[in-house]
């Protein structure tokens, strides 16, 4: 189709792959993984000579995951003006312990062979709409005995070794300062609570909202800057507001209205006694910060009340400002949705692949993928009244129009309700209480759907070439 045409070619055809050939085999191959993600390679290669060229590409040595990946992350960065929120987050690719793959390394809890991949998701701020990848870097696990002693000595030593930690700091790095007049604010889980990281985001000028993971670590708290621990510190903040959550029943759990305080204070975090060469170079002072807490009170007897506690570079001074920080951590989830758009929709640990380096090649290519699958699917949530026909290609509202009965005006859809059409071809019901589709009938949809476009193509195709 011509719309993933002009998608490949403006996501992969800048790639400096050693040949000007093998980047226009990368847009071609694109252009077939866009036509059906979630297909396998030779599923969604048109013939044998097809596939073998692609198996061809993924084996060039200069054919490498950033070598693919790094000219969408360019476009991404490149922004006019505003914030926006870099959520950042690990996921682990197991590509299976049965699969004789030289290179990777351990994942999970050593049962399975794979790498880590840390994504770097550019979301605007305000709206929510997803704008692609700004940065990634893959990790490999070492295959060592894991030590059940924990002293400080190892504690110092596992400074000087490749720590897994320090994925967190090479994306912040990747990523770099914003442009002139355009804001970064990095939101990132517990694995982001180090001062390390903090220096990393001081370095980029960028800002952060982090979900605080050490509440026995020693803190400088409040105008006083009096060391305690941030556990001890929390009881002192101060209350700026309440608000009611509604939660969903779940397993164990009966739904509710939880009823959460808000409360904010500001922290310097002293520098560590045990530092990398890195951060020890700096010679850096305490980062300043702000503490945001969200916590439940008058939960039901056998529940985990709700609690946050979160860093934030922003200021916290009224009920709205500390509000700000609460939606923007919010916001993470939309990486986790980026996580299932790569690995249910387009399988990248189902690829067959032989070797690490073509692993890692083929994950930069469907990295790409997954934000466009994703994009889609975050405007059906965050705009779901625009009209589908100004987001989608004309043919497939023709072929969806086809493919479900009883619609008729398909060019009058908007894109929530394009979105869910979709998810039905998959198997999804719709029923009022059914909520929002998932991932599985959603790409169920899309391949039914990219299969008529298909072969519909293929008859047209044919008719021409008969007359």
Not at 11 to 26: H, I, P, Q, S, V
Not at 367 to 392: D, N, Y
Not at 448 to 456: E, Q, T, V
Request: glycine share 8%; charged share 25%; net charge positive.
């Amino acid at each position: 189709m011509q719309a993933n045409r002009e998608w490949a070619q403006m996501n992969f055809g800048a790639c400096e792959l050693g040949d000007k050939r093998r980047t226009a085999r990368l847009v071609q191959v694109a252009t077939e993984v866009a036509n059906n993600p979630a297909a396998s390679f030779p599923d969604q290669m048109p013939t044998w000579s097809d596939l073998k060229a692609a198996y061809n590409l993924f084996d060039g040595e200069d054919v490498t995951f950033e070598a693919i990946a790094r000219p969408h992350w360019e476009q991404t960065k490149q922004r006019p003006v505003g914030r926006y929120l870099v959520i950042g987050d690990t996921t682990e690719l197991d590509f299976g312990r049965h699969r004789d793959v030289p290179g990777l390394g351990p994942t999970g809890n050593g049962g399975g062979l794979g790498f880590l991949l840390h994504n770097a998701l550019l979301v605007a701020a305000e709206s929510k709409e997803v704008i692609g990848v700004a940065g990634q870097v893959t990790h490999y696990r070492p295959e060592t005995k894991a030590s059940k002693k924990k002293t400080k000595a190892n504690s110092a030593a596992k400074l000087k070794r490749n720590r897994e930690s320090e994925v967190w700091g090479k994306v912040i790095d990747q990523v770099g300062p914003p442009p002139a007049d355009v804001e970064w604010l990095h939101v990132l889980d517990r694995g982001g609570d180090n001062f390390e990281v903090y220096c990393h985001l001081q370095q980029q000028r960028s800002g952060w909202v982090v979900r605080a993971g050490k509440m026995n670590r020693y803190v400088l708290a409040g105008s006083a800057e009096k060391r305690m621990k941030l556990s001890e510190y929390l009881p002192q903040l101060e209350l700026l507001g309440t608000y009611e959550l509604s939660l969903r029943a779940r397993p164990g759990q009966k739904a509710r209205t939880a009823k959460l305080e808000v409360r904010v204070g500001s922290i310097k975090m002293p520098v560590p006694h045990h530092q990398s060469p890195w951060v020890r170079q700096l010679d850096p002072q305490p980062i300043a910060m702000n503490v945001v807490q969200v916590v439940e009170v008058g939960a039901p007897a056998g529940v985990q009340p709700i609690c946050w506690v979160l860093l934030t570079s922003l200021p916290v001074d009224t009920f709205e400002q500390a509000w700000t920080v609460i939606e923007y951590y919010e916001a993470r989830w939309l990486v986790e949705e980026y996580h299932k758009a790569l690995k249910t929709g387009c399988r990248v640990t189902g690829r067959q692949l032989k070797t690490a380096g073509r692993l890692e090649a083929m994950v930069g290519l469907m990295s790409v993928a997954a934000v466009r699958l994703l994009r889609l699917k975050s405007l059906a949530r965050t705009s779901p009244e625009i009209p589908a026909q100004r987001v989608v290609p004309r043919v497939w509202l023709e072929m969806l129009k086809a493919a479900r009965k009883g619609l008729h005006r398909v060019h009058d859809l908007t894109v929530g309700q394009f979105y869910r059409e979709v998810a039905k071809l998959g198997g999804f019901l719709g029923r009022k209480g059914d909520g929002e589709p998932g991932w599985i009938t959603i790409w169920r949809g899309w391949e039914k759907l990219n299969n008529f476009i298909h072969g519909a193509s293929l008859a047209n195709k044919l008719a021409f070439e008969k007359k």
